[in-house]
Nanobody, 129 residues
């Protein structure tokens, strides 16, 4: 089993920056695809960014955050990060860290919530205008 705990959320002004951390325990995430998702009230959980474990360590991000958010991982610390810059009010949501050992490098499932088996509790990010 993998346990995931997010940290680093909070309140920030439009244009500000925030870095979310996701600390994993139970197993190493070295071979896992790691993803960030977010969910605003009344909306579906949506893909934000992912870092696959194979395929050269490729990263992906949603069009809505491309150029502003960067996912990275530190396998030695068993931690994945989401650096968020140029934040907008539309980024306000609960952000979830997730992990899967499904072969997303083969099947391209990095943006699909049903493929992620392990989820953190979520952390609030609020961007004020």
């Amino acid at each position: 089993q993998v346990q995931l705990v997010e940290s680093g959320g909070g309140l920030v002004q439009t244009g500000g920056s925030l870095r979310l951390s996701c600390a994993a325990s139970g197993r190493t995430i070295n071979s896992y695809t790691m993803g960030w998702f977010r969910q605003a009230p009344g909306k579906e959980r949506e893909f934000v960014a992912a870092a696959i474990s194979w395929g050269g360590g490729s990263t992906y991000s949603a069009d809505s955050v491309k150029g502003r958010f960067t996912i990275s991982r530190d396998n030695a610390k068993n931690t994945v990060y989401l650096q968020m810059n140029s934040l907008k009010p539309a980024d306000t949501a609960v952000y979830y860290c997730a992990a899967t050992d499904y072969l997303c490098s083969v099947y391209g499932c990095y943006n699909s919530p049903p493929r992620y088996h392990y989820w953190g509790q979520g952390i609030q990010v609020t961007v004020s205008s």
